[in-house]
């Protein structure tokens, strides 16, 4: 059926040229296919939205076709001409313009100064300060915005979705006609989206192609025409909007297979008492947190990008607290202010960024390994005393229990494949007696065979009544190793699954699909 | 802070459109507690003498010209340390080539205005060709400076015709020359920075190189002009001391601590030293702050290393008042 609907587009479109056009392109990173023989074709005057999970290579197809990367193979065709773009202004000189996630303006100049860098009106080198003024004039006019934003505010004052529109109006500027934006609602509130929604509708109107980037399926549904779907680095297929629904993109996103083995789930008889649960928590990203967290077991918590997974994890772990609400750990109420105080409470937390928050790249596996142990102890006392005599032991007990594959464990962890990168962030969490375990995406960017190791580490860990949360944007893992499935949706948790829950049931709950209220298990069956 | 207290609108917008920096605030009141201190415990001439008010103007000549240049290095993103030794050997190489007479003056300007040039674009392409960090990269210069002039010369060298000495001595009316030449460099530095395609530029590439880069433009260039426009202001000041002390000393720049202070006075008067916020503006103010306590202590009598202590306060205390402020802008 969605071929179907993918020829039909074909043969309404041949007539015309199209404005941007992809062929058989592909990309490899060391270890990871991102794209694979993708071919698609942008048309003037339509809205364009791509989508996939994380890693469906949605982001390096963008930066392909804007000139930050350059494909391994396959051509660009602009206005049916091949290019090639080296550097993202030689994209930007020839019309295709990229609006990136974080801004690209300098907070302490002017819009107008921002929007002109570089090409200011001027004579002998003095700026021509008027004229300066209205181009920019001129310019936000064109997107309707020559009464909201003035072309001498500070770009630092100006609202996320008002920043946005200016680097909107510079792409227009330099008279682009393919806006590629990534994820261009995501840190808008709706109002704001709807200011977007309209200045989208007017550049369509202008004939200009416009690609996005979303995670938000409602979203997709309100501006796109056209929905292409990527799925690990391939093309799943392109659909007219009018066509599609959400069932039928969440299916074309998620269908795949398990691809590899996952430890057993734990045995419900097996869980003990309660030792995390939290009630009514909130912060300024998070509302109404309710939770409970049993020994020995492994609860999943699952959302789109922005739907406060990591958020949570840190409120969790004390990095932003809870201001509101009440902590209970081990059956006592608790107040996690720092981790410091997570870390004394038997917390511990594996975070998303290895490189920047897990590990000291430069430093040797063994003090790695000793960070946190030390990091509660004494400041002055802990190397010089027990430290060194018990990390003559720990070090090597510690790595036999996670299997770092090193000769030595004085080599910097830097040296590390990441997969043994994750193992020495593991064990130094293991070496302060940690009973709660936080993951935020723990195999992330490392390869199979680790991260089935890491898969059954976890699972070990249960098994020594360690209680688990493991945050993760790879489905196939949160249904592979939770017992419990919790789903997340802008800062709140909206719904719980049983064990085993389809990936489509997820993902609809998790674009606000379905509502979940947290104690119902029912949900609809599965559009397989 | 305590003097804004302003009802009516226009004014309000006025003060406002003017963009003054805070730091002005901070002048006021170093001067006014100065000036009270001198009330009480001295014969009160920093209240009372206008005389007083210009001498402190002609302190802060020296390192006002070059801290302007610094502002611009720092407003690009980068620094530079080499002020302090390319300030000593302005003056050895323009007395020495001077030799005390008249005729000498205008090959010695050339000669050491060649050299500044050469050492800002040195300096310049070390940072921007060789991705040194210009930390690093202008300490590297400094030293070779150093080094140079220490082995060549160790005592004063040539003199200065009177002629000369106009810039150190001279007056229009009742305005000192030096005075003059201070405020049309500021003025100069103003335009520069907020009229010309350089000077946005120039914010650019400090605020933000990928963003300048992705813009199209030369951000290698921008920083270059930079550091030779930076180093041509130190020359300024080298021949601004040499011109007062007649004659050219290898120490001038280290004892005046011309590299250090400068970037200090620039942080005071707010610019961000990661670059691409800030302004000459505020760079005056923090000189003139400098040149008050100078005058102020020597009033007083005070041990002039308690200057040192009170500078290095108060460096702080400007720095931690616009970090608290940027916080509260956030929140």
């Not at chain 1, 602009?78 to 090639?84: A, N, Y």
Request: hydrophobic content about 45%; charged content about 20%; aromatic content about 6%.
């Amino acid at each position: 059926m969605i071929e179907e609907q993918i020829e039909g587009l074909r043969e309404e479109n041949t007539e015309e040229v199209p404005l941007l056009e992809v062929r058989n392109i592909t990309k490899r990173f060391p270890g990871v296919q991102a794209l694979f023989d993708v071919s698609l074709k942008f048309m003037p005057g339509v809205v364009h939205a791509v989508v996939g999970e994380n890693g469906a290579g949605k982001s390096t197809l963008m930066k392909i076709m804007a000139g930050a990367y350059v494909p391994d193979s396959g051509d660009i065709l602009l206005e049916g001409k091949k290019v090639s773009f080296s550097h993202p202004k030689q994209a930007h000189e020839q019309g295709v313009s990229i609006i990136y996630q974080e801004f690209n303006l300098l907070p302490d100049r002017t819009v107008a100064q921002n929007i002109f860098l570089g090409r200011e009106p001027s004579k002998f080198g003095v700026i021509d300060a008027n004229a300066l003024h209205k181009m920019a004039l001129v310019v936000l006019k064109e997107v309707g915005m020559e009464d909201i934003i003035k072309p001498t505010a500070m770009c630092h004052t100006l609202s996320v979705a008002e920043q946005q529109i200016v680097e909107i109006a510079k792409a227009i500027s330099f008279n682009s006609k393919v806006l590629i934006m990534d994820e261009p609602a995501a840190a808008l509130s709706s109002t704001e989206v709807q200011i977007l929604d309209d200045l989208i509708v007017k550049l369509k109107a202008r004939g200009m192609a416009i690609i996005f980037i979303s995670h938000r399926l409602n979203e997709v549904f309100d501006i796109a025409d056209v929905i292409t779907v990527l799925k690990d680095g391939v093309l799943v297929g392109t659909v007219d909007k009018k066509a599609a629904t959400t069932h039928k993109i969440v299916h074309m996103m998620v269908g795949r297979e398990l691809d590899h083995y996952f430890p057993p789930l734990g045995n419900a008889d097996d869980f003990g008492p309660v030792v995390l649960s939290v009630k009514g928590g909130n912060n300024p990203f998070l509302t109404d947190i309710n939770l409970e967290l049993r020994r020995g077991e492994v609860v999943g918590v699952a959302g789109l990008q922005g739907s406060g997974r990591t958020e949570l994890a840190e409120a969790l772990f004390g990095v932003t607290p809870f201001k509101s609400g009440s902590v209970t750990l081990m059956g006592k109420p608790e107040l996690v202010r720092a981790p410091s105080q997570a870390i004394k409470k038997q917390m511990g937390f594996v975070t998303e960024d290895r490189k920047s928050e897990g590990i000291w790249p430069r430093q040797p596996i063994r003090d790695n390994m000793l960070m946190t142990v030390r990091a509660i102890q004494f400041m002055f006392g802990v190397i010089m005393k027990d430290g060194i005599r018990k990390s003559r032991s720990l070090v090597p007990s510690l790595g036999k229990q996670v299997d770092v594959r090193t000769d030595s464990y004085d080599r910097e962890v830097q040296f590390l494949s990441g997969g043994n990168q994750q193992k020495v962030v593991l064990s130094k969490w293991l070496a302060s007696d940690a009973k709660i375990f936080i993951f935020d995406e723990p195999t992330r960017g490392i390869d199979v065979e680790a991260k089935a190791s890491i898969h059954d580490m976890i699972r070990d860990l249960t098994k020594k009544g360690i209680a688990v949360l493991m945050i993760s944007s790879e489905l196939p893992e949160i249904i592979g190793m939770s017992d419990r499935i919790l789903v997340m949706r802008d800062g709140r948790i909206v719904g719980e699954l049983p064990a085993k829950s389809s990936e489509n049931d997820i993902m609809l709950m998790a674009t606000g699909h379905i509502p979940g209220d947290g104690s119902d298990h029912q949900v609809p069956a599965g559009v397989n | 802070m305590t003097t804004t207290t302003i009802t009516k609108k226009s004014f309000r917008e006025v003060y406002r459109s003017l963009h003054i920096p805070p730091v002005y605030y901070f002048l006021i009141v170093v001067f006014l507690t100065s000036g009270i201190l001198d009330q009480l415990y001295s014969d009160g001439q920093i209240l009372s003498n206008p005389l007083i008010g210009m001498n402190i103007l002609v302190r802060s000549v020296a390192l006002g010209i070059v801290a302007i240049g610094q502002t611009l290095v720092i407003i690009g993103g980068s620094i530079d340390l080499s002020v302090a030794y390319l300030i000593s050997i302005t003056s050895v190489m323009s007395s020495y080539v001077m030799q005390g007479k008249p005729e000498n003056v205008f090959k010695a300007i050339v000669v050491v205005f060649a050299i500044g040039a050469v050492v800002g674009l040195v300096n310049g392409l070390i940072v921007t060709k060789l991705r040194v960090n210009p930390f690093i990269a202008t300490l590297g210069t400094s030293l070779i400076l150093k080094g140079i002039i220490n082995g060549t010369f160790s005592n004063y060298t040539g003199s200065v015709p009177r002629s000369f000495e106009f810039f150190g001595y001279e007056r229009v009316g009742s305005i000192p020359v030096s005075v003059i030449i201070l405020f049309l460099i500021v003025i100069g530095g103003w335009f520069v920075l907020s009229k010309t395609k350089f000077g946005a530029h120039l914010y650019g590439v400090g605020g933000n190189d990928e963003v300048a880069r992705l813009s199209g433009l030369r951000t290698d260039r921008v920083v270059i002009g930079a550091h030779i426009i930076c180093s041509l202001t130190a020359v300024l000041t080298g021949l601004f001391i040499v011109s007062r002390l007649r004659a050219g000393a290898p120490w001038v720049g280290p004892d005046g601590v011309y590299d250090l202070e400068s970037i200090a006075t620039v942080v005071i008067g707010g610019t961000l030293l990661s670059g691409g916020k800030g302004g000459v503006w505020g760079t005056l103010a923090g000189v003139i702050i400098f040149g008050i306590l100078d005058t102020a202590f020597n009033q007083l009598g005070v041990n002039p290393y308690l200057t040192i202590v009170i500078r290095g306060a108060i460096v702080i205390l400007a720095v931690a008042s616009y970090t608290y402020r940027s916080k509260l802008q956030v929140a």
